[in-house]
């Protein structure tokens, strides 16, 4: 056995506390209970666990005389003066032999194999790089898409978002990229997931070649809000740790709607008010901070490449997160469900999307291969109701017949996969334009 795993399991053992305050439940209230005799020594984010039930909780508010603590499961059997331990704080390292596991966000594994922490406690909650310090964002990264290669790069450090309804397809879209975007490791903050979902995710969707170089962070939709607050905070530390060894890391949040969910849970349960379309005044904040740590380091670490998606009830870019997340990232994606319904993938509806990295990303000659196939699909899309209801004329506006000419053979390319990398993507995106 090496000697940085005898390190591990003593570190290990050193975290176990024989001893805790205990106080008592005086209140009950929905899913929060209010607990006496712990105010003096209780932090906000500490965990409470009731003696005699298998019930933990987190504290959301502490006062001078009791703590408000937001438990998960159910508590109707739990009666007044039930005595609650208060828990230490669980310590979170991570380490590269959590490469290839699925854990929950407190480090434990979800896989049923053991796990041991690393020897460096990180916080969950770590603030970004300096920004004086901050690189630019890097090299544009092969994705194995042909539309994210040319028409919407994305560039190491660079910070998306993936704008999607349900069932758009924004799932595959990410294990795919998971798989084939050039990076050392990838780390995958899955949200309120289904269990079902979470597996299949796993074993089906990434499959050994993409685990093989994963960490997978779930907390799953039963798990209580302030877990699944947690997951894409632990999942940032986890990409982080990496980042720090100066490796290059694709980190996957799926999806920011949830947590902006669970933090409004967590919230209210800690009294604020849901004023801001429904979310409270907290929740821009909150967003914001998730996201600023993704992006390019600080030498010599490496960077963190961030994909965030976002669920958009009927396709809805002004609904309140993803008006959040828009303003904060370099570029976003929108998934439409009309394009997968008449069933081309990835469902990308490239006139709504943009990525921020251009026009740094693309030299001249590709900058304008960009621009003349943004220029033909928005001229499609601008005639579509005319031509398919066949009041558009040929020869009435060049720019339409164009349009129409290339139309078939761009659709075609947005949906072509494969190694071809940026330089072979482009050359088909040039054969495409060139179809009329």
């Given at each position: 056995?090496?000697?940085?795993?005898?390190?591990?399991?003593d570190a290990a053992?050193?975290n176990?506390?024989?001893?805790?305050?205990v106080?008592?439940?005086v209140?009950?209230a929905?899913?929060?209970l209010?607990?006496?005799g712990l105010a003096?020594q209780?932090?906000?984010g500490q965990?409470i666990?009731?003696?005699?039930?298998?019930?933990?909780g987190?504290?959301?508010?502490?006062?001078q005389a009791s703590?408000?603590?937001?438990?998960?499961?159910?508590?109707?059997?739990?009666?007044?003066?039930?005595p609650?331990?208060?828990m230490?704080?669980?310590p979170?390292?991570p380490?590269?032999?959590?490469?290839?596991?699925v854990?929950?966000?407190?480090?434990e594994?979800?896989?049923?194999r053991i796990?041991?922490p690393?020897l460096?406690?990180t916080?969950i909650q770590?603030p970004?790089?300096?920004a004086?310090s901050?690189r630019?964002?890097g090299?544009r990264?092969?994705?194995?898409f042909?539309?994210?290669d040319?028409?919407?790069?994305?560039?190491?450090?660079?910070?998306?978002?993936?704008?999607s309804?349900?069932?758009?397809?924004?799932?595959?879209?990410?294990?795919?990229?998971?798989?084939q975007?050039?990076a050392?490791?990838?780390v995958?903050?899955?949200?309120?997931?289904?269990g079902?979902e979470?597996?299949?995710?796993?074993?089906?969707a990434?499959g050994p070649?993409?685990?093989?170089?994963s960490v997978?962070?779930a907390a799953?939709?039963?798990?209580?809000a302030?877990?699944?607050?947690r997951?894409?905070?632990?999942?940032?530390a986890?990409?982080?740790?990496?980042?720090?060894?100066?490796?290059?890391?694709?980190l996957l949040?799926?999806?920011?709607?949830?947590?902006a969910?669970a933090?409004?849970?967590?919230?209210?349960a800690?009294?604020?008010?849901?004023?801001?379309?429904?979310h409270p005044?907290?929740?821009?904040?909150?967003?914001?901070?998730?996201c600023?740590?993704a992006?390019?380091g600080?030498?010599?670490?490496g960077?963190?490449?961030?994909i965030?998606?976002?669920l958009?009830a009927?396709?809805?870019?002004?609904?309140p997160?993803?008006?959040?997340?828009?303003?904060v990232?370099?570029g976003?994606v929108?998934?439409d469900?009309?394009?997968?319904?008449?069933?081309?993938?990835?469902a990308?509806?490239?006139t709504?999307?943009v990525?921020r990295s251009?026009p740094?990303?693309?030299?001249?000659?590709?900058n304008?291969l960009?621009s003349?196939?943004?220029q033909n699909?928005?001229?499609y899309?601008?005639?579509?109701?005319m031509i398919?209801s066949?009041?558009?004329?040929s020869g009435?506006d060049?720019?339409?017949?164009?349009?129409?000419?290339?139309?078939?053979?761009?659709?075609?390319?947005?949906a072509?996969k494969g190694?071809?990398?940026?330089?072979?993507?482009?050359?088909?995106?040039q054969?495409?334009?060139?179809?009329?």
């Amino acid at each position: 056995m090496s000697n940085e795993i005898l390190e591990q399991m003593d570190a290990a053992v050193r975290n176990v506390r024989p001893h805790f305050p205990v106080g008592y439940v005086v209140e009950i209230a929905g899913q929060t209970l209010k607990i006496k005799g712990l105010a003096d020594q209780a932090c906000i984010g500490q965990r409470i666990r009731l003696i005699g039930h298998d019930q933990v909780g987190e504290i959301v508010r502490t006062g001078q005389a009791s703590v408000d603590v937001l438990f998960e499961g159910a508590l109707e059997d739990i009666p007044l003066s039930t005595p609650a331990a208060l828990m230490p704080r669980v310590p979170f390292a991570p380490h590269a032999g959590w490469i290839g596991r699925v854990v929950d966000p407190d480090g434990e594994p979800l896989d049923g194999r053991i796990l041991l922490p690393g020897l460096k406690e990180t916080g969950i909650q770590a603030p970004p790089p300096p920004a004086s310090s901050r690189r630019d964002l890097g090299a544009r990264l092969s994705t194995g898409f042909a539309v994210f290669d040319t028409i919407l790069p994305i560039v190491r450090g660079q910070r998306i978002g993936l704008f999607s309804g349900s069932g758009v397809g924004k799932s595959t879209l990410l294990a795919s990229l998971a798989k084939q975007v050039e990076a050392d490791v990838i780390v995958i903050g899955l949200v309120g997931e289904r269990g079902r979902e979470v597996r299949a995710f796993v074993e089906k969707a990434l499959g050994p070649e993409g685990m093989a170089r994963s960490v997978v962070v779930a907390a799953t939709s039963d798990r209580a809000a302030h877990v699944r607050k947690r997951c894409p905070l632990a999942a940032t530390a986890v990409a982080e740790y990496f980042r720090d060894q100066g490796l290059h890391v694709l980190l996957l949040i799926d999806s920011v709607t949830r947590f902006a969910e669970a933090h409004r849970e967590v919230a209210v349960a800690a009294g604020e008010t849901a004023n801001l379309r429904g979310h409270p005044a907290s929740t821009p904040a909150a967003v914001a901070r998730l996201c600023e740590r993704a992006g390019p380091g600080v030498d010599p670490s490496g960077d963190i490449t961030a994909i965030y998606t976002v669920l958009v009830a009927g396709s809805d870019m002004e609904e309140p997160v993803a008006d959040m997340l828009r303003g904060v990232l370099d570029g976003h994606v929108v998934l439409d469900r009309a394009i997968a319904e008449r069933g081309r993938f990835p469902a990308i509806d490239v006139t709504r999307s943009v990525s921020r990295s251009l026009p740094e990303a693309a030299n001249p000659a590709e900058n304008a291969l960009i621009s003349k196939a943004r220029q033909n699909m928005g001229a499609y899309a601008e005639a579509e109701l005319m031509i398919q209801s066949g009041l558009y004329v040929s020869g009435s506006d060049h720019r339409v017949d164009e349009a129409i000419a290339t139309r078939d053979a761009l659709e075609e390319f947005i949906a072509t996969k494969g190694k071809h990398g940026p330089a072979g993507a482009f050359r088909l995106l040039q054969r495409a334009l060139q179809a009329g």
